[in-house]
């Protein structure tokens, strides 16, 4: 492997004044561009042009201003390989930044030279552009880049890609985020709606050591490790039985629920309309389990993942308000119990529990299509030395902040009222059996309250509040099977 000199300072350059001078100028206006507003390609790819045509006598040449440092470096057809790297240790060269903090390295593979050096035989001019600014980068999903360092390389102008010896590009970062969802991803161009491009991770891997993501990619382009703050990575070894549980649970769930209904529509009396009410849970468990079964096997980009992921989600929000509504019918009848009429109950009861689920869902999809798709779930491989990054998928929520509001937080509003109602309905419960119940037999009535209080509070969904605790593996298995059950 060849290690690249020490970094070069242009006042050591035998360049003519003009070229530094306009080098500069042309850095400032990326600089400019990048910090007041999303960038071009054009800019970028004007700039790489200008560095590439630059002539410069010696091996390599280095570059640099506040917020960018570029490299280059004349190849010929016996190249070895290249490490650049940079490290606060004073023995070690450093091409980068001198006052960078943050470590980080590339490694370019001797195949690098193979395809250009059948076609001339003159020498080839890598460069190598460090950014430490994300202006030229911006996405539609404004993604957090790990310390919004950004490392692009070109060779010439050749295409390269599909390398069977990868580049290896590393980022150091601190030991608090040692347990941040991170993955290697690559810049895109032209593939952004609102943008000028987007981040990708196809045709690289991610490794994680410690205190260093390390990327392994089979083509040349700007690298980065993008951040997930919100959603930390489940162990691969915990994907397998917690899939199984899921799915085995969820089709436990959808016969039950079917049964139910089923039960409910045999016994249902023409005087009573109860049945009417209490039909719509098993109803929206139903949807529930069945889609969410649907979208983990039909995940994929397109069309039918959004329309799959919309119903999932509206099937949730469903659930939850029929949740609510069960717990709001169990206070009229047994708290309040007088003064309950309500004038045309059962259909404002059915308006609220279809109709605002689908007037959320519905608007989102207006405001922003790209809020439902394809959606990765991270998980990772340990071992005493590394952690590689993968994904499991379905179609579900893109959004972050659709899943905090309308997932989380509808929920957490709906599980706290259905707790106080439990809490109530408890009280009323435990009151008339202190009343009527004799001493000799409190014993036996004690533990079939129980039993009631634990049947409303599966039926009330309150075990659901297990999704706002962490405690390691206990939780997602406890919540998984529990969950998976409901409506049973």
């Known amino acids: 492997m060849q290690i690249a000199p020490l970094q070069m300072s242009l006042k050591n350059k035998s360049h003519r004044t003009g070229e530094i001078r306009l080098l500069c100028l042309n850095l400032s206006q990326i600089l400019l561009g990048g910090r007041n507003s999303s960038g ?14 630059l002539s410069f006598h010696d091996s390599n040449l280095s570059v640099r201003s506040d917020y960018i440092h570029s490299l280059a470096f004349k190849l010929n057809c016996n190249f070895s390989g290249l490490r650049l790297h940079s490290d606060r240790d004073k023995r070690l060269p450093a091409l980068w930044l001198e006052a960078d903090k943050v470590g980080h390295e590339m490694q370019f593979p001797a195949e690098l030279v193979k395809r250009p050096c ?10 190598c552009i460090y950014f430490t600014i994300t202006g030229l980068f911006k996405d539609a999903k404004n993604s957090i880049l790990l310390n919004n360092n950004i490392l692009g390389a070109r060779l010439d102008n050749y295409s390269i890609s599909g390398l069977k010896d990868m580049v290896n590009i590393s980022f150091r970062h601190s030991p608090d985020l040692e347990k941040t969802d991170m993955t290697c991803v690559f810049w895109k161009e032209g593939e952004g709606k609102q943008s000028s491009g987007s981040w990708e991770s196809d045709g690289c891997q991610t490794i994680r050591e410690k205190t260093w993501v390390r990327c392994r990619c089979n083509h040349l382009t700007y690298f980065a490790v993008l951040m997930k703050i919100s959603s930390a990575a489940i162990d691969e070894k915990l994907l397998a039985p917690l899939t199984y549980i899921s799915i085995v649970g969820c089709s436990i769930s959808v016969v039950a629920s079917l049964f139910t209904i089923l039960l409910l529509l045999r016994s249902r009396k023409e005087d009573n ?9 098993p109803g929206s468990v139903l949807l529930l389990n069945g889609t969410f079964l649907l979208a983990v096997a039909l995940a994929s980009e397109g069309p039918g993942c959004v329309a799959l992921a919309s119903f999932l989600h509206f099937s949730l929000l469903s659930c939850l308000t029929w949740m609510a509504i069960e717990g709001f019918h169990l206070y009229r009848l047994l708290v309040r119990v007088y003064n309950i009429y309500i004038r045309h109950y059962l259909l404002k009861l059915c308006a609220f529990g279809w109709g605002f689920p689908s007037l959320v869902v519905l608007c989102l999809l207006l405001i922003d299509r790209t809020t439902y798709g394809y959606h990765e779930i991270k998980f990772s491989t340990r071992n005493p030395n590394a952690t590689i990054s993968n ?21 957490g509003v709906t599980i706290l009222f259905n707790l ?29 309250d129980m039993l009631i209080i634990l049947g409303l509070t599966v039926l009330l969904g309150t ?21 998976s059950l409901y409506g049973q």
């Open 40 to 53: 071009s390609p054009s800019q970028l790819r004007c700039f790489e042009d200008w560095f590439l045509n």
């Open 118 to 127: 059948v076609e001339t035989s003159r020498k080839i001019k890598l460069i």
């Open 273 to 281: 309309c109860l049945w009417q009410i209490h039909i719509n849970l």
């Open 391 to 411: 994904s499991s998928a379905l179609c579900w929520i893109n959004s972050q902040m659709v899943q905090n509001v309308f997932v989380l937080g509808y929920g």
């Open 420 to 448: 106080v109602i439990l809490i109530l309905v408890a009280r009323v419960i435990w009151g008339l059996r202190a009343k009527n119940c004799q001493q000799r037999t409190q014993g036996p009535m004690v533990f079939r």
């Open 463 to 483: 075990t659901w509040i297990l999704a706002f605790f962490y405690f390691k593996v206990v939780q997602e298995f406890l919540f998984s099977i529990i969950n």
